[in-house]
């Protein structure tokens, strides 16, 4: 069964710092992209980071550059997003992805999300 879990939500000052996990299991970890995307209330779901199967590529959306950094490590079957200087803009819940478009087989999953509210 296929399962994407992530921890690490809560609530947190502007200026703060916080880091997202999402624990895979049911595919082939390595094989596949990971990515992090979020939804706030009355926005459409955007790309915050992504990153390729070994990690050899990452890249960001227009709110994480510079402030967040994606990162995997596939002996733990885990992706993480570090978030860094957190703004209030930032609050939304999180969505964890797993993707694999080349090769096969196809894939696209999703974590259920975890809130993060960046607020005083």
């Known amino acids: 069964q296929v399962q994407l879990v992530e921890f690490g939500g809560g609530l947190v000052q502007p200026g703060g710092s916080l880091r997202l996990s999402c624990a895979a299991s049911?595919?082939?970890?390595?094989?596949?992209?990971m990515s992090w995307h979020r939804q706030a209330p009355g926005k459409e779901r955007e790309l915050v980071a992504f990153i390729t199967p070994t990690g050899g590529t990452t890249m960001y959306g227009d709110s994480g550059k510079g402030r967040f950094n994606i990162s995997r490590d596939n002996t733990k079957n885990t992706v993480y997003l570090q978030m860094n200087t957190l703004k209030p803009e930032d609050t939304a819940v999180y969505y964890c992805?797993?993707?694999?478009?080349?090769?096969?087989?196809?894939?696209?999953?999703w974590g259920q999300g975890t809130q993060v509210t960046v607020s005083y």
């Open positions: 992805n797993a993707v694999r478009r080349s090769g096969y087989p196809r894939y696209d999953y």
């Open positions: 049911g595919f082939t970890f390595s094989s596949a992209s």
